[in-house]
């Protein structure tokens, strides 16, 4: 199998990939049009992107039957495209989540401690303890978390270590479970915002989520709390966090940013950055060796699954159900042809078949197959069927 790899990747993923009997090509550099010449020239089989942008002339260029997005998020590539081609998406979800949830609370500590003025000020030549002896100290604050997945409840965790009351809310979020996490529940992100002292955002980005975070949250924010985003620059409506930060307070950690070069280095002109109380990184929030390693090592897990069993990890673009209408079950003995038999039949009445699953009995005797269909068949197609050939024992067709 032929691997592509266009984003820096890690030497012992490499390695893993090899030691499985893959093909490694590896390119940091390719972009665009040049991705689409690498994906032609190679013929590669798999893409392992990180953060290079996936579209649809990639997927027509070769013969890609898989694209593993080295991270969490996938919103990078264009999954529509690929899906509707039958190229599988995959991710590797909960890797950096340890790595994000230290960032988060390396802006919380610098944002509070002002640690990036102490280092521009005593770079300058400049002591001034009077001023930055000013801090407020996280003990005892409340820390809001609006997404509790796993980098959520890394974050959770780390806030009961320095001593912080935690509330929460997530789509997924309970009573019960918030209990158990020893967080409090809150059903609505402005009750969150409400009543933190800080707020971390911790979002996938998908279309109900872009600029979720808005105006209507920053003004019931407490003025000169704090304002966290590792997740995704588009889930916070950077303009109403502008006029937050100038007109209440608000202090902003970033590691994301509305307008982020595309590639690993380049100009920087996000004017958000050049407010009073805005600490930024460089959308780093993942990048730690330990999340790496762990993320190369799930990479070659998905590859080595896909490449001995055809089956994907962590696919995310299969359909959680389908426009079947009917469930067409036969009974029959595991010989050749029977289902060979069955398709053609149900061909001939234009009758499309969604999913299917034959499952073999102990013996190798007898099996089941479950067909979903778009239609019903009527009793002389399931006739034809049952007739058609003399190892189908029986036949059965239930409405879905």
């Given at each position: 199998?032929?691997?592509?790899?266009?984003?820096?990747?890690?030497?012992?993923?490499?390695?893993?990939?090899?030691?499985?009997?893959?093909?490694?090509?590896?390119?940091?550099?390719?972009?665009?049009?040049?991705?689409?010449?690498?994906?032609?020239?190679?013929?590669?089989?798999?893409?392992?992107?990180?953060?290079?942008?996936?579209?649809?002339?990639?997927?027509?260029?070769?013969?890609?039957?898989?694209?593993?997005?080295?991270?969490?998020?996938?919103?990078?590539?264009?999954?529509?495209?690929?899906?509707?081609?039958?190229?599988?998406?995959?991710?590797?979800?909960?890797?950096?989540?340890?790595?994000?949830?230290?960032?988060?609370?390396?802006?919380?500590?610098?944002?509070?401690?002002?640690?990036?003025?102490?280092?521009?000020?005593l770079r300058a030549g400049k002591w001034n303890k009077k001023e930055y002896s000013k801090a407020r100290g996280v003990y005892g604050c409340t820390l809001g978390i609006v997404g509790i997945g796993q980098i959520g409840r890394e974050v959770i965790a780390r806030a009961k270590a320095f001593g912080?009351?935690?509330?929460?809310?997530?789509?997924?979020?309970?009573?019960?479970?918030?209990?158990?996490?020893?967080?409090?529940?809150?059903?609505?992100?402005?009750?969150?915002?409400?009543?933190?002292?800080?707020?971390?955002?911790?979002?996938?980005?998908?279309?109900?989520?872009?600029?979720?975070?808005?105006?209507?949250?920053?003004?019931?924010?407490?003025?000169?709390?704090?304002?966290?985003?590792?997740?995704?620059?588009?889930?916070?409506?950077?303009?109403?966090?502008?006029?937050?930060?100038?007109?209440?307070?608000?202090?902003?950690?970033?590691?994301?940013?509305?307008?982020?070069?595309?590639?690993?280095?380049?100009?920087?002109?996000?004017?958000?950055?050049?407010?009073?109380?805005?600490y930024g990184t460089h959308h780093i929030g993942a990048s730690t060796d330990q999340a790496q390693e762990a993320i190369a090592s799930e990479t070659v897990r998905i590859i080595k699954t896909f490449k001995d069993t055809g089956k994907v990890p962590n696919v995310v673009n299969l359909s959680d159900?389908?426009?079947?209408?009917?469930?067409?079950?036969?009974?029959?003995?595991?010989?050749?042809?029977?289902?060979?038999?069955?398709?053609?039949?149900?061909?001939?009445?234009?009758?499309?078949?969604?999913?299917?699953?034959?499952?073999?009995?102990?013996?190798?005797?007898?099996?089941?197959?479950?067909?979903?269909?778009?239609?019903?068949?009527?009793?002389?197609?399931?006739?034809?069927?049952?007739?058609?050939?003399?190892?189908?024992?029986?036949?059965?067709?239930?409405?879905?």
């Amino acid at each position: 199998m032929k691997i592509l790899i266009a984003d820096k990747f890690e030497a012992s993923g490499m390695d893993g990939l090899k030691e499985i009997g893959c093909e490694v090509i590896y390119n940091a550099d390719l972009k665009e049009a040049s991705l689409v010449e690498a994906i032609r020239e190679t013929q590669a089989e798999v893409l392992v992107v990180r953060s290079t942008k996936v579209t649809e002339a990639m997927f027509d260029a070769g013969k890609l039957t898989l694209v593993v997005r080295a991270g969490a998020g996938f919103n990078t590539i264009d999954v529509k495209a690929a899906s509707a081609r039958g190229i599988y998406v995959s991710n590797c979800p909960g890797k950096n989540s340890i790595a994000v949830a230290e960032l988060t609370f390396g802006l919380i500590l610098a944002l509070d401690r002002r640690i990036a003025d102490n280092v521009a000020d005593l770079r300058a030549g400049k002591w001034n303890k009077k001023e930055y002896s000013k801090a407020r100290g996280v003990y005892g604050c409340t820390l809001g978390i609006v997404g509790i997945g796993q980098i959520g409840r890394e974050v959770i965790a780390r806030a009961k270590a320095f001593g912080m009351n935690v509330v929460g809310w997530s789509r997924s979020l309970t009573p019960e479970t918030a209990a158990e996490m020893g967080i409090s529940f809150r059903q609505t992100i402005i009750e969150v915002a409400r009543d933190s002292d800080i707020l971390s955002i911790h979002l996938a980005l998908a279309p109900d989520t872009k600029g979720f975070i808005g105006a209507d949250i920053f003004e019931v924010m407490k003025p000169g709390s704090y304002l966290i985003n590792t997740s995704r620059a588009e889930v916070v409506d950077q303009e109403a966090l502008a006029q937050a930060i100038k007109t209440r307070g608000i202090r902003a950690g970033l590691d994301v940013f509305a307008t982020e070069p595309s590639t690993a280095t380049g100009d920087f002109s996000d004017e958000i950055v050049k407010l009073p109380h805005v600490y930024g990184t460089h959308h780093i929030g993942a990048s730690t060796d330990q999340a790496q390693e762990a993320i190369a090592s799930e990479t070659v897990r998905i590859i080595k699954t896909f490449k001995d069993t055809g089956k994907v990890p962590n696919v995310v673009n299969l359909s959680d159900s389908t426009p079947a209408t009917h469930l067409l079950i036969v009974r029959h003995h595991d010989r050749p042809g029977v289902l060979a038999h069955i398709f053609k039949t149900i061909k001939a009445f234009e009758i499309n078949v969604h999913e299917m699953e034959n499952i073999v009995f102990e013996g190798a005797k007898a099996a089941v197959a479950r067909i979903e269909l778009d239609a019903k068949l009527d009793d002389q197609t399931l006739g034809l069927i049952s007739s058609g050939n003399p190892d189908i024992i029986e036949i059965n067709q239930i409405t879905l």
